[in-house]
């Protein structure tokens, strides 16, 4: 009973101290928010966007440790059992660097798996980031306007059961080990900094190819046809080899 309350006691001290610590550091390059809980990032960012300044040029992050209604691609649910993974939406209010804007998946891939910085991961096409075959952290890309939202999470805490049937089938999730805001903050960071610079299509083809697992399978969502990735083409396509020969995939075909 008394082990138990200072378990407690602990687990919400060390809770306390990350609130407090994500909502005082700064990030160099964005407008950094943390919230406590949020449904989705994406959606608060997009409140809080709105709410700034106009002549505010830079990149608003929106961090969590835990939201009640995270979303993917195409109506389906990004899981959070609320133990301390990390949800972040990163907004551009104008331009960024990049054309054609089909890389933009593929590049914001490049700059999560950099700050997660562990050699076990690799990218799946366009952008899950994996460790050993498990799913770590997804990206989702929306415009709202002018602007861009891009939307990242990481399993650190937990790594959710993921289902192995219906429209949120999925592959096993994984978790990588690291302290969330600090996780969060170098990701902020790094597209923050990216933002600034000048990018171009042939850097991302190669700094994307040079991190992605060529030899796994791959397999389509639709069908469960297993297909082979031979190279990205310059827009950002995946060229695969199926039973029927090559052919060029676009986004959200893959599971
Ligand atoms: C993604 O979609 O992978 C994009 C996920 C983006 C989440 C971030 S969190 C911050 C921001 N706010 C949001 O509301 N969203 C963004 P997709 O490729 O469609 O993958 C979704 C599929 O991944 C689900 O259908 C499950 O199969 C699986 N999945 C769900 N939660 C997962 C998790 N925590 N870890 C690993 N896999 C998961």
């Known amino acids: 009973m008394l082990i138990s309350l200072m378990r407690r006691t602990h687990t919400l ?20 928010r943390w919230l406590e809980t949020t ?17 505010d040029a830079r990149p608003l992050a929106v961090a969590t440790a835990h939201q009640t209604k995270g979303r993917g691609t195409r109506g389906r649910s990004w899981t959070d059992d609320g133990r301390g993974n990390v949800a ?12 054609p804007i089909t890389l933009l998946p593929l590049r ?4 999560v798996i950099d700050a997660l910085n562990d050699s076990r991961l690799s990218l799946k096409w366009p952008n899950d980031v994996l460790l050993e075959g498990g799913k770590v952290a997804g990206i989702l890309v929306e415009s709202d306007g002018e602007a861009i939202h891009v939307g990242i999470g990481v399993n650190i805490a937990s790594a959710p059961a993921v289902p192995s049937s219906g429209s949120d089938r999925g592959r096993r999730a994984a978790k990588i080990p690291g302290d969330a805001v600090a996780i969060a903050q170098r990701i902020a960071d790094g597209l923050g900094v990216w933002s600034q610079s000048a990018d171009d299509a042939t850097k991302v083809i190669t700094d994307w190819s040079a991190r992605a697992d060529w030899a796994a399978d791959l397999e389509l969502r639709e069908t469960g046809e297993r297909v082979k990735p031979v190279r990205l ?22 599971l």
């Open 13 to 32: 001290f060390l809770a306390t101290i990350t609130q407090t610590r994500a909502m005082t550091t700064t990030c160099r390059n964005v407008d950094w």
């Open 108 to 111: 914001v891939g490049t700059l």
């Open 39 to 55: 449904p989705s990032t994406m959606d608060s960012a997009k409140e809080l966007l709105a709410a700034r300044d106009t002549n």
């Open 233 to 254: 083409l310059p827009d950002g396509r995946l060229q695969v080899r199926g039973a029927d020969g090559e052919r060029a995939l676009v986004a959200d075909y893959l």
């Open 88 to 99: 972040l939406t990163v907004a551009f209010p104008s331009e960024i660097p990049l054309t």
